[in-house]
């Protein structure tokens, strides 16, 4: 196979591995939300020690999760950024059920340097946070 077919299809893969295993089917989204708002509203675990605020927040987010893929077949039909918009919202959602708002995935959209492409970079909201303190420290440092 030329090697201009392969790298593509290598960055493809990358990029979709990066992300984490999430529906890409809307009924399959639909049908997890829907089994996740009867255990929140019947408060079953893991959604029984939830807060009011933040079984309300839950809620709100499914919502949109909903309106986001409203009338599509699947989640190719959405633009980049709702897909972005969309996994953030489910991951927030299973972040929620697990408790753990740490280990939570996030996902944006950074442009490629020396390039006009950007790319999907995905990292743990605790790597985030950890990313913007290293390069605050570094910052601090070369002031001082």
């Known amino acids: 196979m030329n090697r201009y077919v392969l790298i593509p299809l290598i ?33 079953k675990p893991p ?16 919502a949109h999760v909903l309106k986001v893929i409203e009338g599509k077949g699947s989640t190719d039909d959405l633009t980049e950024q ?8 489910i991951e927030w959602i299973g972040a929620a059920a697990r408790q753990g708002e740490d280990e939570r995935m996030v996902c944006e959209r950074r442009p490629v340097l020396g390039s006009n492409r950007r790319e999907r970079v995905c990292k743990t909201a605790a790597q985030w946070r950890e990313q913007r303190e290293d390069a605050r420290n570094v910052l601090d440092s070369e002031r001082q």
């Open 47 to 62: 959604y029984d020690n939830l807060s009011e605020a933040e079984r309300g927040e839950l809620l709100q987010r499914q």
């Open 82 to 89: 709702q897909q972005l918009d969309l996994f953030n919202s």
């Open 11 to 43: 960055l493809a893969s990358m990029s979709v591995s990066a992300a984490g295993d999430y529906p890409r089917s809307v009924d399959d989204i639909r049908t997890q939300q829907a089994q996740i708002r009867a255990d929140v509203e019947a408060r």
